[in-house]
């Protein structure tokens, strides 16, 4: 896969131990075990969020199906593993993200899922785009959805991958 390290054009909004409180808690609650803080306002080309992230929380794969959809993370807190998937669902690539300042960016078209390997994990994302649910994400078959029976087989599985 091509260099995925690259430098942030842009100024990563800072985060009070108010925020981190705030939104790790509502991940507590949520039952997808993440929370995001939003900076971005709706409509935005540019989006930015900071996403709250425990260690049980299962992200379906899913790709950005536009070309100039480029998902670029920060890691602010904890680690995680970035997993590329081929068109059938096999690992392709595993990355393993541990540094704080640590940036990766995943490339339009690209079938991914991140597992979070710390307790909670604060990862700062962007990518260009509108926002629009129904465009936004394009999730595959081969991968059960989040909340399902298979869901935590399945994460179980991910968390396994080296």
Known sequence: MENLEFK???????????????YFNQAQLSERKRSPYIIHKKGDEFNQVFNFILANSYMKPHMHPEPGMIEKMHLIDGSFKLIFFDNNGGPEEILNIEKPGQRIQVPANTWHTYVMTSKSTIIFETMMGVYDPKTWKKTPNWAPDENSEKAEEYLQYLKTLK
């Open 8 to 22: 942030f054009e842009y100024k990563i909004p800072n985060l009070t131990s108010g925020n981190k409180r705030f």
